[in-house]
């Protein structure tokens, strides 16, 4: 007779391997690739971030440094909370470190007017050529179609859209935008991500600019046509829409909180692709970046910003608020 072994129960012998933690990766680690890797790393996920230089990655590390500074003031982490968020966030120059990655997250801030698209296929380009078979390649772009980039990839059903709100560790939704090729194991392994952070995902199918963005564009476009048609103040339009129908910014201060230099290069890309008017870069939106009064990342735009104050402009806004 067989004599049985202890180790013939053993749970290393009868059970699956267990899986390889889940880490993401982000390449362009600018305002919103940093809000990001901060979500992730506050719910225990290794982030390794790539970008141009060393500069740029010690700048970036510094940036998150600051935005956790301000979270403690807030009273919404601790300095071991910090300690423990900084330990799993690492940039690097090389994609190369994208390999273990389950996820990686397209997130460059681009300064091109409109058509960053190229771009944007080469670096999915040069992610796929580092991860595994199975890592899902996805965009945080919110005017770009993902049809548009998933081509650029030999499987381009690993793509697909994944557009996050500023600041991203505060909104409680993540858009989740698929291609048309994008397979069902993506979607479930982007969901699951979604799930780990905390997010509730919204699903959209395949269409530029999301729910989000086409919202957001015409309510603002409305707003300075109002304003140019003198029907009330920046403030008083937006204390109307705030607590006329909750919304925690009125369309002036959420297009200074985005970046109106932001905001136009949506616009201009929305209105690419659709060709409706509603879309249209408003002037007195032009006219601000024109000036670079981009809102409250420089201290001016809609409003002024001064140690973190927002006060009303007194002028006209025949001369952007300003005072002559």
Not at 44 to 55: L, R
């Amino acid at each position: 007779m067989k004599k049985e072994k202890l180790e013939d129960y053993s749970l290393s012998k009868n059970s699956k391997k267990k899986q390889q933690p889940f880490k993401l990766g982000i390449v362009g680690c600018g305002s919103m690739g940093q809000e990001i890797a901060i979500t992730a790393s506050q719910h225990g996920i290794d982030v390794v971030f790539i970008d141009i230089t060393d500069e740029r990655i010690e700048g970036i590390m510094r940036s998150i440094n600051e935005q956790l500074d301000a979270m403690i003031r807030h009273w919404g982490m601790t300095e071991g909370d910090k300690k423990a968020v900084l330990s799993r966030i690492k940039g690097y120059l090389g994609y190369e470190v994208l390999r273990e990655c389950r996820l990686v997250i397209e997130a460059v801030n681009t300064k091109k007017p409109v058509n960053s698209l190229e771009l944007r296929r080469n670096i999915f380009k040069k992610i796929e050529a580092a991860v595994c078979n199975n890592t899902v390649i996805a965009s945080n772009a919110s005017t770009k179609v993902i049809d548009d980039l998933s081509v650029s990839l030999e499987k381009p059903e690993r793509a697909i859209g994944l557009h996050f709100l500023s600041p991203a560790y505060d909104v409680k939704i993540v858009e989740v935008n698929k291609s048309w090729k994008t397979s069902e194991e993506a979607y479930e392994q982007t969901l699951k991500f979604a799930k780990m952070i905390d997010k509730q995902p919204i699903n959209v199918n395949g269409t530029p600019g999301n729910i989000s963005t086409r919202l957001i564009i015409p309510l603002i476009n409305e707003a300075c046509q109002m304003l140019m048609e003198g029907v009330s103040t920046i403030e008083e339009i937006d204390v109307c829409m705030k607590l006329g129908y909750g919304l925690q910014h009125g369309p002036f201060a959420m297009a200074d909180k985005i970046g109106i230099d932001k905001l136009m290069r949506w616009m201009e890309g929305l209105y690419l692709e659709y060709g409706d008017v509603k879309y249209k870069a408003s002037p007195i939106i032009k006219r601000l970046v024109r000036a670079g009064l981009f809102g409250q990342r420089v201290g001016e735009g809609f409003y002024c910003y001064e140690n973190g104050q927002r006060t009303e402009k007194e002028g006209s806004i025949y001369n952007l608020g300003r005072m002559k």
